[in-house]
Nanobody, 124 residues
Framework: QVQLVESGGGLVQAGGSLRLSCTAS????????MGWFRQAPGKEREFVGG????????YYTDSVKGRFTISRDHAQNTVYLQMNSLKPEDTAVYYC?????????????????WGQGTQVTVSS
C-alpha cells in the first residue's frame, strides 16, 4: 500500500501559476514512473504528464506542453507539477499517480496507486 498525498491546489486567475506536490511516506517514489491526471466535471480522467522512473524523462499531453513542467526531488521523495499560464479549461481535480512500469504516457489502467486529488480552479 502506497499513500500518495497531494498539495498545492487552489484558486488562481487565468494566466497565473500553481505548483502541485505529491509525496509518499511509506515508499520511495523514485521506484515509480510518476504521473499527473486531471478530471473536470462531467469528463473522463485524462493524463496530463509524467516522469519516467528509469531516467526522469518527461512527457506531456499536447494541451499543456510549454506551460506545465513535471519534476522530482529524489531526496525529498516528492514529485512536482508546475503549472504556468493557466487557463480556465485547466480547471479540474488533479491526481498524482504511481506506475511501476517504466513507460510514458501512463495508461489509466496501469496506475498502481492514486492520490486523493486536489482541486485546481482557474477563473477567467
Amino acid at each position: 500500500q502506497v499513500q500518495l498525498v497531494e498539495s498545492g491546489g487552489g484558486l488562481v486567475q487565468a494566466g497565473g501559476s500553481l505548483r502541485l506536490s505529491c509525496t509518499a511516506s511509506e515508499r520511495t517514489l523514485s521506484w515509480y514512473t510518476m504521473g499527473w491526471f486531471r478530471q473536470a466535471p462531467g469528463k473522463e480522467r485524462e493524463f496530463v504528464g509524467g516522469i519516467r522512473r528509469s531516467d526522469d524523462t518527461t512527457y506531456y499531453t499536447d494541451s499543456v506542453k510549454g506551460r506545465f513542467t513535471i519534476s522530482r526531488d529524489h531526496a525529498q521523495n516528492t514529485v512536482y507539477l508546475q503549472m504556468n499560464s493557466l487557463k480556465p479549461e485547466d480547471t479540474a481535480v488533479y491526481y498524482c499517480a504511481a506506475d511501476s512500469r517504466s513507460r510514458l504516457p501512463i495508461e489509466y489502467y496501469s496506475v498502481d496507486w492514486w492520490g486523493q486529488g486536489t482541486q485546481v480552479t482557474v477563473s477567467s
